[in-house]
């Protein structure tokens, strides 16, 4: 399996520290964007310095990763707007920084949103070296629930490396302070390139005062005047996600430097290690999907996927299992699928594949010494059919219509009538509906033919 063709959810990417650090205003969806971006860029450069730093991001794949998200063309629409126009600041420890616009074009047509990355960014994600570049997981922009969750993963993971000063040895854990105010713009709420803020930069000079910067921003812009109020929104909440969906783990200590007022938050930062095994075993798994050939698993997906709710991640597992042998999985599939009473289809799959009562040496399977001749694989084959027709109405609005509507023969026809009707082409058409409109606009269709 060539590695372009992961799963997003299991892929990884790289970037620069002094890049991911930067400050510049952001949201959730806009960073999901520029990470997926900056992985497929990746993926298919193979992290050659002179790739292109063009991304194309398909509808189907932001639904699978972040879900219904309501009226997703005019989320993507908006995204791009603020994408086209959002600056990052990058500085260098010593006084000096740079400030430039991550995206030099958005463009989208057909159901594919196309992202141009700006020049600059070049040095930022590719051709790295070891040391000065921390690897993230496209998994944690999936599952975080807000901008503040996923930028302090961001800016949390490249902590955790070997040798890092900051380790506390007896506490076990990286220990970092932010000063309240800049976290804020650190984290992507508050936006350093205000025009209010203009007057004041002229005369800080090189050496920036996040705390004056935040004071003269407008009164609507400043995101959680109250610290406390950030804690227990942002930092508090951050810390419980973390926790559940990341490989890293971190408490915080209120560190009060002027009056009584908390000036900075000091972090500890630990590796989640329950987590981490968690990611381990996944690394594994990719590796060995990565041995198994696309057309063995793209045959299975479309015969499988769908049936007793089974999903691609299952059919990766028993193809795992059967170290590769598309035979042993099918047979498996129609051995089980032919039992009564069954709770777990996928586990009992699982089973069989891990204890196989197999003999193959014929040209046949047998099981339990009863050989399953052609007649019976043509039996369990119809059955499927009719059990996937019984499982629809189990299913939710997303399987209903990628599992069972798109696998239709008919399918087809109801492209060229949404294309030669309606001028809508599929992509586009998922973009913009709901799961449920779209099934509604099938009912419609196939109550006219």
Known sequence: MS????????????????????????????????????????????????????ANIYSAEIKELFGDTGNSYRTLRNAAKTLASRTILIEDGKG????????????YNRGVLTIRMNEEVRKYILGLKSGNYTQYRIAVDAKATSVATLRMYQIFEQELYPGNRKYNEELGCVVVEYPVNELKFTLGLCDDQNPAL??????????????????????????????????YNAIEPAQRELEEISNIR???QRVKTKGKAISKLRFFIYKNEENEKKLAKQAK?????????????????????????????DIDTFLIKASGDALKVREAIYYVNGKDNINDFTGYIISVLNNPEWDLSGGTAVVNDTDIAPERTRMAKEYIKTQTKKDTMSKN???????????????????SYMESTDHWDLETFELVYKYEEMIDYWKKWKAGC
């Open 96 to 107: 000096n920084f740079i400030v430039f616009p991550v995206v030099q074009k958005v463009e």
């Open 250 to 252: 971190f408490e915080y």
């Open 3 to 54: 590695e372009e063709l992961i799963p997003l959810k299991y892929s990884t990417y790289r970037v620069s520290n002094s890049f991911m650090s930067a400050k510049g205003k952001t949201t959730l969806y806009n960073t999901r964007l520029i990470d997926i971006a900056i992985c497929k860029i990746q993926q298919m450069s193979h992290m050659a310095e002179d790739a292109e730093l063009i």
């Open 285 to 313: 798994f990719i590796e060995k999907i990565l041995k198994i050939p696309d057309e063995v698993r793209m045959e299975l997906y479309e015969e499988f996927v769908g049936l007793h709710k089974l999903k691609r991640e």
């Open 397 to 415: 609005p997303s399987e209903i219509w990628n599992n069972i509507i798109k696998q239709r023969d008919d399918f087809s026809d109801f492209i």
């Open 198 to 231: 203009d007057a004041v930069k002229k005369k800080m000079g090189k050496k920036i005062d996040w705390d004056m910067l935040y004071e003269a921003l407008p009164k609507e812009e400043k995101i959680y005047p109250s610290t406390y109020n950030f804690i």
